[in-house]
């Protein structure tokens, strides 16, 4: 018997229609969720079906305040947040690089968990429970060569759940992140065609890890970071 264990549940999900953030989405759906996406492509939401979408810059911290007042309104509440919005920059050393690239790496992979995390946990907090869940890299704590502002930007997206995570504590929302290593995404496999892919874990896989964290079953892990990293 397929599992359903967010019917009824309203769930957010930033990014919802990229590589991971589409199997996250679709995972919610099968589950009995009532899924909200944000996306930048709307050829990517037209791929989607069932889900309510919303081209918005979550980036932008009124018009992530502004969205989520208005999933509150039209829903009742907002049972769970996912962030799956990021990106990657890198190659040069750290002296040789642009600096247009730590704006753009902070700018992906930090603001989003920040102006989302400040727009629901109000919300959260009245109702008295919640889940979030921000993604954020394997190289928030595993720091390579040429990737100073893409792994300063995971380090800093993942401080900032560790700090909201104890702010939280006793309130019944929840924190917490994962770290996948490199996503087996259409994306990635074009950047990197010689990689062997077996390795890489699925989106399908992490999107698993990911409802677990946000359902009843995980009631008890708050302030965790969960290592994703396939078998590389």
């Not at 995570?165 to 490199?182: F, K, Q």
Request: glycine share 10%.
């Amino acid at each position: 018997m397929r599992t359903v264990r967010f019917a009824g549940k309203v769930v957010l999900v930033a990014g919802g229609t990229g590589g991971l953030g589409r199997a996250v989405s679709r995972a919610f759906l099968e589950e009995g969720a009532q899924v909200i996406v944000t996306y930048r492509n709307p050829d990517e939401f037209a791929a989607l079906e069932n889900m309510e979408g919303h081209l918005v810059d979550v980036t932008d911290e009124t018009a992530a305040r502004h969205l989520v007042d208005s999933i509150v309104a039209k829903h009742n509440g907002l049972d769970a947040m996912v962030n799956t919005v990021g990106g990657y920059t890198g190659g040069p050393k750290l002296w040789e690089s642009d600096s247009r690239a730590f704006d753009y790496m902070l700018a992906v992979n930090f603001r989003p968990g920040l102006t989302l995390a400040r727009a629901v946990v109000p919300a959260m907090l009245k109702e008295g429970h919640g889940a979030i869940v921000n993604v954020a890299s394997k190289a928030a704590v595993d720091h390579q060569a040429g990737a100073a502002a893409y792994a300063a930007s995971k380090a800093g997206a993942l401080a900032l759940m560790d700090s909201l995570a104890e702010e939280l504590r006793g309130t019944g929302v929840r924190v917490n992140s994962v770290l996948p290593s490199i996503i087996d995404t259409e994306v990635n496999r074009r950047a990197m065609p010689k990689a062997d892919f077996s390795k890489w874990p699925k989106p399908e896989e992490i999107a698993r890890v990911i409802l677990f964290l946000c359902s009843d079953d995980a009631k008890v892990i708050h302030g965790a970071a969960v290592p994703v990293y396939g078998a590389s």
